[in-house]
């Protein structure tokens, strides 16, 4: 299986992540980290937590709790009509006993990819603080880890917490920069690909009927969480009963990447402040000098997409 480290702050979407990579036969999560974002830090962390026992995929998973802030600006806050009051929606799924690893996520990135130099896969749903602490505390974690694919930006299509920039970048423009200079093998999947990747009722429907017995209450879980996720895309993209899914598709991504067309362009992020605060600038000039190359995708097969989701989320033992 591909071996993974998720970095999240979990959200509606991060939970369907987290599930996902969970529930996924060809997946191993070695660790869960958790910041700041669609939610305080605090309840990104218990909601992680949560949504672990809910998918009871029989192994333990490690979470170590990151960033409560950006790197040199205020955290803006929670976003209760995107991702619910508790952020999962306003879903309510029962605590989890599980504690805490007493290191921060930062020291937890950087010993795994010490320990577990070239394996593993850090695949990042929330802004990039915690990555970017890993990395100026040691850089040598650029050339741990396998790749990084970062949920987060757009190259073509517009952006979602401004016009050019969307929210994981803009939420933190300073870590988000100091991983597109630092040489870790970067992968972004942006609002270029999840923006139309797009779970409906209907699929909720289908996993309904579909999902086996043992499945039913993570079945139940996403239907609930969906709910305002769904009104925040109706009201703000005139979308009727869909929303993207912007997290696991950058799991499924990571682990299937012949779902997208990627193109390698020089980038840097912008960390003005403003509108184009976390925007990132590709340089698409015949002869450019701006920023180091990183792959960007930009077209996927979002019908392949969704069904691969589908499908892990339905089954049980196999
Ligand atoms: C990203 O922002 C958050 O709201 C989602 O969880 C996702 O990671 C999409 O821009
Ligand atoms: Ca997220």
């Known amino acids: 299986p591909l071996r993974i480290l998720l970095d999240v702050d979990t959200g509606v979407d991060d939970a369907a992540a987290i599930l996902f990579a969970l529930l996924s036969p060809d997946i191993k999560v070695e660790g869960i980290t958790t910041g700041f974002g669609n939610i305080d830090m605090e309840q990104a962390t218990e909601n992680t937590l949560r949504v672990i026992q809910l998918a009871n995929c029989g192994y333990q998973v490690p979470v170590a709790a990151g960033a409560a802030k950006p790197l040199k ?8 009509h995107i991702h619910g009051h508790n952020g999962i929606g306003d879903a309510d799924i029962p605590r989890s006993p599980q504690k805490l690893l007493e290191e921060s996520a930062t020291d937890f990135i950087i010993r795994m990819a010490s320990e577990n130099p070239g394996e593993l896969t850090l695949i990042t749903v929330g802004r990039l603080t ?7 505390k040691d850089p040598s974690v650029a050339d741990k880890l396998r790749r990084v694919f970062v949920m987060g930006g757009t190259v073509f299509a517009p952006g ?5 920039s969307e929210a994981n970048l803009h939420g933190d423009p300073e870590a988000a920069a ?3 200079e630092s040489n870790v093998p970067l992968t972004v999947v942006g609002l270029d690909v999840t923006q139309k990747t797009r779970l409906t009722r209907s699929h909720l429907d289908y996993l309904s009927q579909y999902a086996s017995e043992e499945r039913q209450p993570i079945v139940a879980f996403l239907k609930e969480s969906m709910e305002v996720y769904f009104d925040f895309y109706r009201k703000s993209n005139n979308f009727l009963g869909e929303c993207p899914m912007h ?4 799991v499924l991504v990571a682990l299937n990447p012949s779902l997208v067309q990627v193109q390698s362009l020089p980038a840097v992020i912008d960390c003005g402040s403003g509108l184009t605060a976390g925007m990132i600038i590709t340089d698409r000039r015949v002869k450019p000098n701006v920023g180091r190359a990183v792959e960007f995708c930009i077209e996927v097969d979002s019908e392949k997409a969704m069904q691969q989701l589908l ?7 196999q």
């Open 311 to 317: 499908s892990v989320y339905c089954k049980g033992e």
């Open 247 to 250: 997290d696991p598709l950058a």
């Open 178 to 180: 100091v991983v597109f």
């Open 73 to 80: 600006r205020d955290y803006k806050g929670a976003v209760p």
């Open 130 to 136: 915690n990555l970017a602490l890993a990395l100026m």
């Open 160 to 164: 979602n917490a401004t016009p050019v």
